[in-house]
């Protein structure tokens, strides 16, 4: 399910770093008393009412400023509100009503997002103090005081974003789509591959890196079913992420990661596996994605009969805590392959959805213990009492032991590994939580 985006939006030093902080939870942007300090979008996810968001500050906007970097931050603000759902639109009860606030006003109405105006630095609580009335004059509706350094009011500004937000997807004819989310480097022909998938130029190709600002939804059905494939920008390395909207669309390829259900690693195949790859694929690990590596362009490689088995080692060796993803060689540009990665994207995103009774994961860990006892320490012997299932996408088994300290790793591992050996869970990866006898705290 995709989080709702809420942006920070003001002129600078109106203190929206601050609330972006204190609202966050925790010290994120830099703040300073020096206008323009916040150059770039910062974003963070918190949580409001049970609901999860993603919060973005940006840089204040100078409608009317010629300076370069005012400009440049102008035009982050600007893509960051074209990307809202909610806009909280920050004023300075110090300063009062200004000209460029009356300007970013304009602005955000014309944008015809929801917008709540919020009005900081009212450090006393109680009714809404006389000089806020005026900030009615802008049109936005009823101001919400804050104190963003104390924090004061800040869940009636909350309380107003949330009625906001759009409402979260209900299950049916959204589960039996498929959303595959398509990433990798620059360049690495991911556009092309999409492309290659519909038979149409759907999506912007061009050899210049980074044409991909936004993700772009793409809808296609098969014999296999229904997929939904999600292009995105290049994720590059962030030392070479400098201009301000490739900024913005490494966020969205992060965010278009969070809401699929299968992530479809691209890698370039005359470049091979880098580092890079690996911090991609990492992402898609953590979120707990079923994943397909996708070999790109292998129809430029020169092969004999080893060149396949020595690539995949290469990505192995790169991508090693990846063992359980597919490896495909495909070409997008004559089509190689590629009709074969529909039946492929449908099993992992299956197997990331397995279920498993308790009564066969318990047949299966006894078998392991058999086999290989559980490790000691000073005499105490792990005794691992009963394992079960707690929820799926990935596939995640809470173990009940006597001492969580005695279940190492290397313990965790092979009885992840004795699971795969039966049940497959292909493409997916695994989550073992270690509780002790009575502990209701994972560990």
């Known amino acids: 399910m995709a989080k709702p985006i809420v942006a920070l939006v003001g002129r600078p030093n109106v203190g929206k ?50 300076d370069m970097i005012l400009k440049k931050m102008r035009e982050q603000a600007e893509i960051a509100i074209e990307s809202a759902d909610v806009i909280i639109f920050l004023v300075d009860i110090k300063s ?26 009212v450090d006393s609580v109680g009714a809404l103090p006389v000089e806020a009335y005026e900030f009615y004059n802008l049109g936005l509706g009823d101001p919400y005081p804050v104190s963003s350094i104390h924090g004061l009011g800040t869940g009636d500004l909350l309380d107003a974003v949330f009625e906001h937000f759009p409402p979260e997807e209900e299950s049916g004819e959204e589960d039996e789509v498929i959303k595959i989310a398509v990433i990798g480097k620059p360049n690495a022909g991911k556009s092309s591959l999409i492309n290659s998938i519909l038979k149409e130029d759907r999506v912007i ?164 213990m058999a086999r290989v006892q559980p490790p000691t320490d000073k005499g105490k012997r792990l005794k691992i009492l009963y394992m079960t299932q707690s929820s799926t996408k990935p596939p995640t088994f809470v173990a009940f032991c006597n001492r969580a300290e005695l279940f190492h790793f290397s313990y965790q591992r092979y009885i992840e590994n004795q699971i795969r050996e039966v049940f497959g869970l292909v493409g997916t990866p695994i989550r073992l939580i270690v509780r002790e006898r009575g502990d209701k705290s994972g560990k």
């Open 17 to 66: 770093s601050t609330l972006f902080n204190k609202l966050a939870g925790r010290r994120i942007s830099i703040v300073e008393d020096t206008p323009g300090v916040t150059r770039d979008r910062i974003y963070a996810e918190t949580s409001w009412r049970g609901r999860e968001f993603i919060m973005i500050d940006t840089g204040g906007i100078e409608p009317a400023a010629d």
């Open 96 to 121: 009062g009503m200004t000209a460029s606030d009356q300007d970013v006003a304009h602005m955000l109405l014309r944008s015809g997002k929801p917008i709540v105006l919020c009005v900081n630095k």
């Open 205 to 368: 190709v061009s050899p210049i890196a980074g044409t991909t600002r936004d993700a772009i939804d793409t809808l296609f059905e098969c014999e296999e079913g229904k997929f939904m494939f999600i292009d995105t920008a290049g994720i590059r390395r962030k030392s070479k992420v400098d201009e301000s909207i490739e900024k913005y669309s490494v966020l969205r390829a992060y965010m278009a990661v969070e809401r699929s259900d299968v992530c479809m690693i691209v890698i370039d195949a005359e470049q091979g596996v880098t580092e890079q790859d690996a911090k991609i694929a990492g992402f898609a690990h953590e979120k707990g994605k079923a994943s397909v590596i996708v070999v790109n362009k292998w129809d430029l490689i020169d092969k004999d009969t080893n060149t396949m088995n020595e690539f995949k080692k290469d990505v192995m060796d790169v991508l090693s805590f990846m063992q359980y993803a597919p490896i495909m060689f495909v070409s997008a540009k004559t089509g190689q392959r590629v009709g074969k990665l529909f039946s492929q994207l449908k099993y992992v995103a299956e197997q990331n959805s397995m279920r498993i009774t308790t009564g066969m994961l318990n047949d299966i860990l006894h078998e392991a």
